[in-house]
Nanobody
Framework: QVQLVESGGRLVQAGGSLRLSCRASGTFFVKPDLGWYHQAPGRQRELVARRFPSGTTDYAATVEGRFTMSVDNTWNTAYLQMNNLKPDDAGIYYC??????????WGQGTQVNVSS
């Protein structure tokens, strides 16, 4: 069973920066697919950034150039560096891990608030 724990969310002023972390339990013999998702109040969860096992990372257009996703060399911890934050970036950020067997796991989320 894989468990994911996100951390790093807090209140920040618009234009500021945050780094979120997502720690995954377990050992992965095959690199998993890792993603960060954002859920704004009253809206559906949306993909922000996704790291494929190949090492390629895709970003949503709304965060391209402002957010950077990285993964440690064990693929047990994923980070989301968020720069130049905007009020629309506020919400809950979740990480998702998809194993090579296509099993999906979600963390509990971490709250980001952005003051204008």
């Amino acid at each position: 069973q894989v468990q994911l724990v996100e951390s790093g969310g807090r209140l920040v002023q618009a234009g500021g920066s945050l780094r979120l972390s997502c720690r995954a339990s377990g050992t992965f013999f095959v690199k998993p697919d890792l993603g960060w998702y954002h859920q704004a109040p009253g809206r559906q969860r949306e993909l922000v950034a996704r790291r494929f096992p190949s090492g390629t990372t895709d970003y949503a257009a709304t965060v391209e150039g402002r957010f950077t996703m990285s993964v440690d060399n064990t693929w047990n911890t994923a980070y989301l560096q968020m720069n130049n934050l905007k009020p629309d970036d506020a919400g809950i950020y979740y990480c998702k891990l998809t194993t090579s067997e296509r099993r999906e796991y979600w963390g509990q989320g971490t709250q980001v608030n952005v003051s204008s």
